[in-house]
């Protein structure tokens, strides 16, 4: 207890004034020099070029428009029970929890690389019953053996004199900003999944309903077959072939009741909870949700801002350069400015005057640039190239899959409209023939050839229909909207700009922000 003691009042009695004069020099020399590249986009990026900052290609305007993706895009269906899918998928999404633990993560470690550099210390107690060396002190008499004390407390300030730090905290702050991209694409692509899992249901439910429809149709078909063979007006070959239309029509039965039961599993593990558990609502749809107005998608500048794959990209091509910044500044000396104090002697003397000591002064620690510092710096510069190239693949794969499912969209909705009209005229003609045939004006092979043409039609269409609404998911996806909902930006915002300012001053650890700083779109 007497150690602990002499210990915490040690403290005051250091001289740690002479270090007060050689704080405003830390500060100054604290941001004189920040070597390698500052952070801008490059120049020769793909996203600064004209095919990325003009009008999308694909785009039918009769069915899409150029306002801009609204945030809560599911929305535009007008479907409460979808809505109330989408937020069930939000709170409780495996995916969505694995982006939240890497973004705490990925924060965490931006924490450490703020938490570098500046003021250090440590305090120290030894004891220990020993005998010294004589000799090391020139005496060639033995020394008694002896209870020796040391106890004291040291204080350094590391001044970043070339960056090193700062650089690596850049780089930190570009990687969270990189994991946060990531986690806003996963929250896309979760509530694209559970649409296209409400989609599908609904569709496989609205197919099977024709296909039992169509069953009933055809079995009355041959009901009248019967009875007109019965009365002596028809043949058995006629009721045969009506009966195989039933059994065919009947064995695509399970086909639509294994679709629309896959697309319940998958809606559930969305949501994480069983199929049993899915709202009754969910079960019940028979019927394609619908949009009714042409489809907001933007233009192409617009698009890259508010992808969240082409953010990340773009913000890991940021972490990139900064560690160019810190492989250089590995090259240059560490230099700190350091005190320390304390009390060393007998145990018995501490903490009487000749046993204290003290000293202050500068600490430099220089690595000489050899085994492989420098090709450190050239593997950094290499992994730069390696980013941008990857951030200008994003930015391609991102315009030919909106552009590619504007093609898609518009060519199945043509053809959909086309299965309408001929729908129109099946119905048409099946009525017609099959009135005809119970006058015994036509056959039974032209009404049965009616009716299977009838039938085609309807299950054509229904599945047209289908493949439309799909394609409409699939192009929000493309798009990239939804990531402001549940995340980190405020809904309605639009996506930072794919620019940097100059490297600013050290980022707090309750900001986050990255030194490549980038500014808002208008």
């Keep these: 207890m007497k150690f602990v003691r002499t210990l915490s009042a040690l403290a005051p009695r250091l001289p740690l004034l002479p270090l007060l004069p050689l704080l405003p020099l830390t500060v100054a020399l604290n941001g004189c020099i920040n070597v390698g590249p500052n952070y801008t986009l ?4 793909l ?30 269906y007008d479907d409460p029970v979808l809505n109330g899918l989408v937020d069930q998928a939000l709170k409780s999404n495996t995916d969505l929890r694995v982006a939240t633990a890497n973004l705490a993560r990925s924060r965490e470690a931006l924490g450490i690389a703020q938490a570098q550099g500046g003021f250090s210390g440590n305090a120290s107690v030894a004891i220990q019953r020993a005998q010294e060396s004589a000799e090391q002190y020139l005496l060639f008499e033995k020394l008694p053996v002896a209870n020796l004390g040391d106890m004291g407390i040291n204080v350094s300030y590391e001044i970043d004199l070339f960056g090193k730090l700062r650089r690596g905290v850049e780089a930190a702050a570009a990687d969270t900003e990189a994991v946060e991209a990531a986690g ?50 028809g043949n058995q070959t006629a009721v045969t072939s009506g009966q195989t239309q039933v059994e065919t029509l009947t064995a695509d039965i399970p086909r639509y009741t294994a679709r629309r039961k896959i697309a319940q ?3 559930a593990m969305l949501l994480a909870q069983a199929p049993s558990q899915l709202p ?35 913000r890991q091509l940021a972490a990139s350069t900064a560690r160019i910044g810190v492989a250089t500044g590995a090259l ?8 320390s104090a304390g009390f060393t002697g007998i145990l018995e003397d501490i903490p009487t005057s000749p046993t204290a000591r003290w000293a202050f002064g500068p600490l430099i620690s220089w690595t000489f640039p050899a085994n492989g510092a420098r090709q450190r710096v050239h593997e950094a510069e290499a992994s730069s190239q390696v980013a941008l190239a990857k951030f200008d693949g994003v930015v391609l794969t991102a315009l030919r899959e909106t552009e590619t499912n504007l093609a898609t969209y518009a060519s199945d909705y043509a053809r959909a409209e086309s299965l309408r009209a001929a729908l129109k005229s099946a119905t048409q003609s099946a009525d017609e023939t099959h009135r ?13 050839d009616a009716t299977r043409t009838l039938t085609a039609a309807k299950s054509q269409l229904a599945a047209a229909e289908g493949q439309v609404a799909i394609d409409q998911v699939n192009l929000f996806l493309s798009l990239g909207g939804g990531w402001e909902v549940g995340g980190q930006s405020t809904p309605g915002e639009t996506r930072p700009q794919l620019k940097a300012t100059p490297v600013a001053a050290k980022p707090s650890a309750k900001s986050g922000a990255s030194t490549a700083a980038t500014a808002k779109a208008p």
Aim: hydrophobic content about 40%; some cysteine; glycine content about 6%.
């Design 184 to 233: 806003d694409l996963a929250r896309i692509t979760v509530v694209a999944d559970v649409v296209r899992s409400y989609v599908e249901q609904c569709s496989a439910a609205e197919e099977l309903r024709i296909a039992q429809q169509s069953l009933a149709l055809q079995k009355e078909r041959v009901d009248v077959s019967r009875r007109l063979r019965d009365a002596g007006r």
């Design 332 to 339: 240059y000396p560490s230099i700190s400015i350091g005190a």
């Design 47 to 76: 996203v600064n070029a004209p095919l990325a900052n003009g009008a999308l290609e694909g785009a039918d305007p009769m069915l899409t428009s150029t306002l801009n993706l609204p945030t809560v895009w599911w929305k535009l």
């Design 436 to 448: 005809l045939y119970r006058a015994g004006r036509e056959s039974f092979i032209s009404d049965l």
């Design 265 to 267: 599993y998958r809606l």
């Design 42 to 45: 490059p120049k020769q990026a």
């Design 280 to 314: 009754p609502a969910v079960l019940a749809c028979d019927r394609l949700p619908q949009i009714h107005q042409p489809i907001p998608i933007g233009d192409g500048a617009g698009l890259l801002r508010r992808r969240p794959d082409v953010h990340e990209a773009e």
